[in-house]
């Protein structure tokens, strides 16, 4: 697939998620907005990394000026949705400041993934060929599934830790959980 479109698509795919969140939040349903949170937050960490391992690089030093600063603040705003899911998650569906902080978190994804459609991909479709493109999207595709994986298989230790009830699981990065889960597991 072309690689600009597989992007379109993951931005397309959370936007409709952005709207299921909206109308959870509207309906003030916890769960509902909970499960949500963890699936848009899940998209939205697998694309920022493919974005930076693979197409911003590509694309930094391809163009003029222009598109080098545009790749540089793209950087910056992937940076900023970190913090902003980092916080959310420190935090219940009913805290005040949850829906708060995911309404900008949405606002920025919104305008940030607007921008690249916008402007930056008309002028990487100009300096790439259809093959150099077509390329791109297996590249994409390629670390799209070895990402997944690795969020499978933190899901997986996340809810066990869960189930073992084990402080600060949710700040934790997988080696952490596993290992914790380990020790937990030789008592
Ligand atoms: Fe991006
Ligand atoms: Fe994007």
């Known amino acids: 697939m072309d690689g600009l479109e597989l992007l379109r698509q993951d931005h397309d795919r959370v936007r409709t998620l952005f709207t299921s969140f909206r109308e959870a939040a509207d309906a003030e349903d916890g769960t509902q907005m909970a499960e949500l949170v963890g699936e848009i937050f899940h998209e939205l960490e697998v694309h920022t990394a493919i974005e930076e391992e693979v197409f911003y690089p590509m694309i930094h030093d391809a163009g003029g000026q222009d598109l080098t600063e545009h790749t ?29 902080k995911m309404t900008v978190l949405m606002e920025n994804v919104e305008h940030h993934a607007s921008e ?72």
């Open 72 to 100: 540089d603040e793209s950087y910056e705003e992937h940076h900023v949705v970190d913090v902003l899911m980092e916080e959310i998650r420190g935090l219940s569906a009913d805290d005040p400041s949850f829906k708060a």
């Open 116 to 187: 690249e459609e916008d402007e930056m991909f008309p002028q990487v479709r100009e300096l790439f060929s259809q093959d150099q493109l077509e390329q791109l999207g297996e590249e994409l595709q390629a670390a799209k599934t070895r990402h997944e994986t690795a969020a499978t298989t933190k899901e997986d230790l996340l809810e066990q830790a869960r189930e073992m009830d084990i402080e600060g699981r949710s700040s934790m990065t997988k080696d952490q959980l596993a290992e914790e889960i380990g020790k937990r597991s030789e008592r």
